[in-house]
């Protein structure tokens, strides 16, 4: 492959992704407020509108960016001005460059050439999105502790404690997963999911570690900080690291967080929903477990699978947006219980019980 | 939707059974009910959207600005100074309203009346709605029938404290809710907003 093309190439996919992750995202604030209006019997936000137009409020969209835009940013009396203004940045940052290593289709071919559909195709990409989700916990942390205040501080000192908590069942979860995909690049966890069970079940990790995907989901929502698990912000006691924040810096924690959702909802659809997999889709059409197919061209197939993607990780948008206006929040105390103290046996005890079942049937 | 459950406070703390316990089919439950409420009302949004009139409203609250919620006559509104049928106020500033004000809102200035039928009338009557509590005291207090609490008018507001006071003139002006009919006052603008 030339190095110009590949250039484009990855050009080319970089600006689909961040678009994906930042357009969605940026619905999913009209869709916070929309779905919770609606699960709660009311209309929601619908008073933004242009020349007349209110088209459900969507219009809210643009009128919070500008709202967010032209309010005062006010910088507390801090020595860490530098650290109070780069936190917001990290937070957002790590967010988005997570999404280099999700796979959103197979690959295309393009005069000759094969490209993977999927910006970075790291063959750790697992341990990259640890590591991206891991260091964007710095972003909270130097938020809360850059604001100089206690309240602030106490809101990232949860965060940590936090993190770290349900970071290990997120990750003991998945190794469910790389056991029985035995790899670690998302790409091939993908494909592999592309299989049958029994002959009619796709073969997605939801159906070959159901545990494992209420433990991940449990831990990924906590890992984006929102309601159930908002105990780092706290808005009725602590109000949290971002107390200190003001203007587009306090949108882009925000927005971090709508950001993390779109991550977490492309990692569950990644590990447990067979990515961009459609069931019984394969390279050439459709071919179902009753033996009948239907033939399609490449193109065809590979907007399929994306279309397929973006539908599942809008699903789990929407369902973390449900679980989010539906639960109470927890105490800190219950949080510590339920990580240390349910989650995290629970995951190892799945490791261990798919392990052995990983070499029973290797065997 | 649905039934109304009445708890006793005293049964409310009971012991949780295993299955609550563990928390994950309560979660499933209250996730189906929310989700119930959202497809549901989506439904009705859809179809009203799209112009069927005998669909359910999608939602349960009122529209304030272009809606209002209907007011019970006995609601205490903004209160209102009575008249005689020649105009005068009814009001003989007996200063009962002013006694019995908790919030001491009401400031009377009295003045005498050539009519002998009519021993005082008020000079200036001025209530401060910023520290009323619409308590409705004067209103029983009033051996004249005088202030009454009828207007209909619960939108008030000013910019500035001062503008919160009204004087005699605004409250002798203020039609009663039964006159006015749903007629939105144009109050804010032309009183209150100084």
């Known amino acids: ?363 | 939707m649905g039934t109304v459950r009445v708890i006793n406070v005293s049964e409310r703390r009971r012991v949780l059974t295993f299955w609550e316990r563990i928390y994950l089919p309560e979660v499933w439950r209250g996730l189906v009910l929310t989700a119930r409420h959202f497809f549901v009302n989506l439904w009705r949004h859809t179809l009203r959207l799209f112009g069927v009139k005998s669909a359910l409203p999608g939602a349960a609250t009122y529209q304030y600005p272009e809606v209002r919620r209907p007011q019970s006559p006995r609601l205490r509104t903004l209160h209102r100074l009575a008249k005689r049928p020649d105009g005068t106020p009814r009001c003989v500033a007996c200063m009962m309203c002013e006694t019995v004000c908790p919030a001491f809102c009401i400031k009377i200035v009295a003045e005498e009346v050539d009519d002998p039928n009519i021993e005082k009338r008020p000079k200036s009557f001025d209530i401060d709605i910023g520290r009323c509590v619409f308590c409705g005291f004067c209103v029983e207090a009033c051996p004249e029938d005088a202030i009454r609490m009828d207007t209909g008018i619960t939108e008030i507001g000013a910019l500035s404290r001062e503008g919160m006071v009204l004087n005699i003139d605004t409250l002798l002006s203020l039609p009663p809710k039964s006159e006015r009919g749903d007629k939105p006052v144009d109050f804010l603008q032309q009183q209150l907003v100084q």
Not at chain 1, 192 to 201: I, N, S, V
Not at chain 1, 246 to 257: L, R, V
Not at chain 1, 348 to 358: C, F, G, Q, R
């Open chain 1, 1 to 363: 492959m030339s190095a110009g093309m590949e250039i484009g190439a990855a050009v080319g996919k970089t600006i689909f992704i961040v678009m994906f992750a930042l357009s969605l995202g940026g619905l999913l604030t009209w869709v916070e407020r929309k779905q919770s209006a609606v699960m709660q019997d009311r209309i929601g936000a619908n008073r933004a509108s242009i020349l007349g137009f209110r088209v459900w409020g969507l219009f809210h969209i643009i009128a919070d960016a500008v709202k967010m835009f032209t309010k005062e940013d006010f910088v507390p009396d801090t020595p860490h001005k530098f650290i109070h203004a780069l936190a917001p940045v990290l937070s957002i940052f790590f967010a988005l460059l997570s999404f280099a290593v999700i796979p959103f289709g197979s690959s295309i071919v393009i005069a000759g050439q094969s490209i993977g559909l999927q910006v970075a195709d790291v063959n750790v990409g697992i341990l990259f999105i640890f590591a991206m989700m891991s260091v964007a916990v710095y972003g909270v942390v130097l938020a809360g502790w850059s604001s100089n205040n206690n309240y602030s501080l106490l809101g990232g000192v949860r965060a940590t404690a936090q993190m770290i908590s349900y970071e290990i069942t997120f990750g003991l979860t998945l190794v469910g997963v790389i056991m029985i995909f035995q790899t670690l690049s998302l790409q091939e966890i993908v494909r592999a999911q592309g299989g049958l069970l029994f002959g009619f079940l796709p073969m997605w990790g939801v159906f070959l570690q159901p545990l494992g995907f209420l433990l991940f989901m449990t831990a990924a929502i906590a890992e984006t900080k929102r309601i159930p698990f908002d105990i780092p912000e706290g808005e009725s006691e602590i109000i949290g690291f971002f107390l200190e924040y003001s203007s587009m810096k306090f949108g882009m924690f925000m927005f971090a967080d709508f950001i993390e959702q779109i991550l977490v909802a492309s990692m569950v659809t990644t590990f447990f929903f067979g990515g961009w997999q459609v069931p019984y889709l394969g390279d050439g059409g459709f071919v179902f477990p009753w033996g009948s197919t239907i033939d399609m061209n490449t193109w065809l197939v590979e907007s399929l699978r994306v279309i397929s993607f973006v539908l599942k990780v809008s699903f789990f948008c929407w369902l973390q947006m449900l679980i989010r206006w539906t639960l109470p929040r927890f105490r800190f105390d219950q949080l510590m219980n339920l990580g240390w103290k349910i989650l995290l046996p629970l995951s190892l005890a799945n490791a261990l019980v798919t392990a052995i079942i990983v070499l029973w049937i290797g065997r």
